[in-house]
Every structure is written in C-alpha cells, then in structure tokens.
C-alpha cells in the first residue's frame, strides 16, 4: 500500500481570501470545508540524520541556503550537507537501511493490511476513523522552509522583536494504514521569528519542519508506517494482533524500541540554554531555531548524560527564580510514577520513586510551589488486561476510582513525606499555577476540571472543562473548591514570572467544542467566590480557530504589572483557508488585537506553544 499524503482544499471562496475579522462576536455555524481525499504521493524520501549539538552557526546557514530551493528535508552529517552518499551516515537503527521491498517488511505491511481490513477497521471506530479525524484544519501539511510573512496589522511590540513564537503538534508524515487518533500524529514545529530591532524593515519568517525523531526517521525511509499507533491501535484483539507485528518488526531488525517510540508533538520546553520538543513517552528532542534565518533543526534525543531514562512529562515546570527545572515521568509498570529535577545547567539530579501510586494513570500535568510537588491522580488508567480480557483500550476511565492529589516536598530525596488528599470528582489534565498561603500551612491550586472525563480521549468535542481554586490545609487535611467560571475553559497560560507564587490573573482556550479554541478569556482568581471571574474575553469570529494562546511579558515598556504583556497564538480562518500569527493586549478588557501577520501557509490545529526571547535564541548551544 503506498503511502498517500492528505491535502487540505479549502473552499472557492479561498480563490480571493478576504481579511478576517477577528471580533468579539460568538462564533456562529459555519460548515467546515470538507477535506480533500489523498491526492499526491510522495516523492522518494530523501536521506537525513539527526544535526549534532556541536553544530556551529555557519553550518546551520549552509543547511539554510539549501533549503531555499526545496521543500524536502537536506540530507546532513554533523549539520553539513551531505556532497555524496560516501560521507559517512549516522542512522537511526538498522531498520533504516531495510528496504520497504524487504521480505520481512513485506510480510509484517501484509499482516497489518488484514488487521486493518478484517479485523479492526477504522470504519467500525468513527472516532479514530482517520476520515473523520485528519478533516478540516487537522489535515496534516508538508513542511515548510524559512518564508517571509507580511506585517498586516498593528505593529509588532517591542519586547516581542528578535524572538520566535513556536507551537507543536501532530502531523502525520503518512497517511494512517489504521484507525488514527488526533495524538499519534507526528511531531512538527512551526516557528515564526519576529524581526529584531536592528532588522528594521524585514518581515517575521515563518518556518514548519518535523521533530525529527527515531519514529520519524524509521517511516521516512520505510516510506510507510511502521511503528505502531498507541492511542488508537490497541485495543481489544486487534491491538494484540499489532503487537504481535511490532514484536516482529524488533526481531527482524525493522526498528529498535530502545532508540525511542515518541512522538515529541506535545509542547517545548527551553532550559540550560538549549530548546527541547517533548511528547511524555519518549526522551526529550533537542531542536534549535536559528535566530538570524529562523530555519528549525533537530539536534537529537537527549539521555542527559545517561540518567534520564524511558520519557519525560511534557509539562516540565521552570522555576523562574531558581532556574531550575522539575519533571516526571510516569508508565505501566512499578514505580508508576517517579519524580525528578535538573538545575539550572541541566544536570539532571536523582529519581524519586513514587510507589505510593497504586494503579497506572494518565497523569499529563503536575505543579509546583515554592517548597511542594503537586501531583494529580486522576480517573483515566492504565488497564493493559482490559485489552486481552474485556476487549478494550488499554487506557480508558474508570468512574469508581476517587481522585486524589498528591503532595510532597519539592527537594524530596524519597517519597516518605508524600501525602494524598481525596478530591471526589477532581479530573484535570492541565494545571494553571499553584503556590502557598497562611505562612505554608495551606496549598492552593489552579486547574480545569474536566467534568466529562470518559470523553478526554476519544470524544474530545463532548468534553467541557471548568476552572477551579483548591485549597489544600496541610494540618487539618480539609480540602476545599471554589469555581472560577462555567466556561469551557482549558489550555491555561499565565505570566511565567509567577509560576509556584501567588498570582492573580490566568488566560484560557474557549473550547468550542475542544480540542478547537474559538477564543480567549482572562480570569481574575482575587474574584473566588464572587461568581465568575472572567473579567476579559476576545472571539475570533465565524469560522476562526486557534490554538493555546501564549503569554509574553512585556519587560520594554511595562510596568512591572502581571499582566503588562501580550498573548499570541495562531489562528485559522475554516471560510477561507486564511492563517494568521495574532498579537493580543492581555491588558485590555477586550484582549485588544494589537498586531498579525499573514502567514504563507496553513498551521494546522496543535497542542502548546513557547515563545523563545531574542536572547534565548542568541544563547543556545550548538
């Protein structure tokens, strides 16, 4: 079966796309355009491996002058361009050199295609059919090198300039043999970098390249799917009959397990001087932007000196006084959870096991304090027997389970001062800030609760998020919740500065429904328990659609205040195909739109974005 790429055609009225307007108004219906079936194939892959963090700036505008005359990805050695195939080669993993012609290949796509065909079609799962999934804005895109973007609006503000807005998502690299969920997308990251002030005159440069992971790398030069879909392909018979053909693939040298399995399509992360790509079940990617081209490279996965071992949450929290950086990772077996912490140069310091943590749970976000860990146990489990015996997916929810938080020194060397607090009804899957009151007697967190949590992994437009304060009084064990607002609120961002300490203000996606973000709203949390708090909302308008908004603080012309700064995100106009990088006021009561930029392509629906300073982007290593 040749792997067809999806295209996205938006409807004739994009022929002579018009501004949009990006109003205040709710969103009204408007018919989504329907997506394209499969109409190119593509081209021979052609030959890359991981760049090397000893990669100097010069290399990188030689990758740069190439990549002005192609779409595809230039092939490199330690960040140069390959002149022939007689320069030697880092791969991947032997599956690599196997051709796709290869017997055992053969023999595994065979084996998959009467899975996929007879045992568990798409057709029988509508929510992981990948006709419904990969429609509209979700259809994935090919990459796309560094391109100017005009200026249409506003101007861009000072603290932004010199910097680069980066988002990631899923983007499949192959149109799904199988049944697809919206997170088993490969991992892309497109990046605008905003002029500089000495670059008077210039435009942003929009760039979209994939997280070049061992995944990645394996199906490229397949030339076809070959690890398997984890949200959506194990489940019931079937998905043992897949592991059956993964447990294949390993034993005839078509991929290496142990080189990684992830994604990296969740969020970024910029620590030690270096830009990470994270997705939870895989190490972290380091990737570089550079800051006078804005070209996007991966560097390669990162063991940190051969501690950090199986994965790593892509919700890390920075300190943003002490520089450090606090972290977990969590998976089906003993201990289900284990915490640990880098210091500011990035050494990664010892795991602390947590076995107190009984049963595997999803567990995506945590937070911190000045002087705790917070961790949330959740209803949605880990449930690998259902799969053999029920027939089901090995992740799913299971309502008799009673959610829990879990506290425990933020320095902690073991889990013995770990305590949990039964939170009846308490699901999040995104924490916006926590920090502690009444001289540390008490803890208070911030978070969207996700009230329809059956739905968080397969009905994700069903699910509705509402923001609550909880107060945790570590002496008398009392636990106490205050909504915030009845909105569908998720995709939380406030001022990094004042992440673990007391904060006043939070900024929200509008679902509408998730995982689409029909607009923005700021909650003011001094309000609990005077009704609902949000004291600010900006609509995109019909038919328009972002992602999580951003915040950035503004250190040129604030004032010191929280939110003196801007929101940013990417918005997408479903009328005429139209793609924008848009510049909030978090000041204003209206979130004012201050400046956008026109993009030159299409950025599909994502999951978290970062934005990079001109001097981050200055000081990264090579």
């Known amino acids: 079966m040749k792997s067809m790429r999806l295209s996205y055609i938006p409807p004739a009225a994009s022929a002579a796309p018009q501004s949009p307007s990006y109003g205040r108004k709710k969103n009204a219906s408007a018919a989504p355009p329907s997506a394209a079936a499969s109409t190119t194939v593509l081209t021979s892959p052609p030959v890359t491996t991981t760049r090397t963090p000893k990669q100097t700036e010069q290399e990188d505008e030689q990758l740069v002058a190439k990549t002005k005359t192609t779409r595809t990805v230039i092939a490199t050695t330690n960040g140069r361009a390959a002149p022939s195939q007689s320069r030697p080669r880092r791969r991947p993993a032997p599956a690599a050199a196997a051709s796709a012609a290869s017997l055992p290949m053969t023999f595994c796509n065979a084996l998959e295609e009467v899975i996929n065909t007879f045992i568990d079609p798409p057709a029988l799962r509508p929510a992981v059919d990948p006709r419904n999934v990969l429609t509209s804005n979700f259809v994935p895109v090919d990459e796309l090198p560094p391109t100017p973007c005009p200026v249409v609006r506003g101007a861009i503000p000072r603290c932004l300039a010199g910097g680069a807005y980066i988002r990631n998502g899923p983007n499949p690299q192959h149109l799904p043999r199988g049944p697809h969920h919206l997170f088993d997308g490969d991992g892309m990251l497109h990046s605008l970098l905003l002029p500089s002030p000495a670059s008077s005159g210039d435009d942003p440069v929009l760039c979209s390249r994939y997280v070049q992971t061992y995944k990645y790398l394996v199906e490229r030069d397949a030339g076809a799917p070959v690890l398997p879909n984890v949200f959506s392909g194990f489940h019931g018979v079937a998905g043992m009959a897949r592991g059956a053909v993964v447990a294949a693939r390993v034993l005839t040298g078509q991929m290496n397990p142990l080189e990684g399995v992830g994604l990296a399509n969740t969020s970024l992360a910029y620590f030690a001087g270096r830009l990470y790509a994270l997705g939870e079940s895989d190490l972290p990617y380091a990737v570089r932007v550079h800051p006078d081209t804005g070209e996007v490279t991966t560097h390669g996965r990162c063991d940190f000196g051969g501690r950090l071992v199986m994965g790593m949450t892509a919700h890390p929290k920075k300190d943003p006084v002490t520089g450090e950086l606090f972290a977990f990772r969590y998976g089906p077996v003993p201990p289900f959870v284990t915490y640990f912490r880098f210091d500011p140069a990035g050494n990664k310091g010892a795991d602390v096991p ?253 999951f978290h974005g970062l934005f990079v300073t001109q001097a981050e982007l200055q000081s990264q290593h090579q």
Not at 362 to 371: C, G, K, N, P, V
Request: glycine share 12%; proline share 8%; net charge negative.
């Open 354 to 606: 947590i076995f107190s943590v009984q049963q595997p749970s999803f567990l995506h976000d945590f937070a911190i304090t000045e002087r705790y860990a917070i961790f949330p146990e959740i209803q949605i489990v880990m449930k690998p027997m259902d799969m053999v015996v029920g027939g089901g997916s090995p992740v799913g929810s299971d309502p008799g389970k009673v959610p829990r938080l879990g506290v425990i020194p933020r320095y902690a060397t073991d889990e013995s001062e770990m305590r949990w607090f039964k939170v009846p009804g308490f699901n999040i899957m995104h924490s916006v800030n926590a920090w502690e009151e009444a001289g540390g007697e008490e803890l208070v967190l911030v978070a969207p609760n996700v009230l329809s949590i059956e739905h968080a992994l397969e009905h994700m437009e069903l699910v509705h998020s509402c923001v609550e304060k909880v107060r945790i009084n570590l002496r008398t064990g009392v636990v106490t919740r205050t909504p915030l607002a009845a909105g569908n609120f998720d995709f939380p961002v406030i001022n990094p500065a004042f992440l673990g300490r007391r904060n006043r203000y939070g900024y929200f996606g509008v679902g509408d429904p998730a995982p689409k973000i029909g607009g923005v709203a700021k909650l003011d949390f001094d309000r609990a328990g005077e009704g609902d708090c949000t004291v600010a909302q900006r609509d995109f308008g019909p038919g328009c659609f972002a992602g999580e908004p951003f915040f950035v603080a503004d250190d040129v012309e604030g004032n010191g205040n929280e939110d003196d700064g801007y929101l940013v995100c990417y918005v997408h106009d479903e009328a005429t195909g139209e793609n924008r990088f848009v510049v909030m006021d978090a000041r204003s009561p209206d979130l004012e739109i201050v400046a956008e930029v026109q993009l030159p392509g299409r950025v599909p629906y994502g």
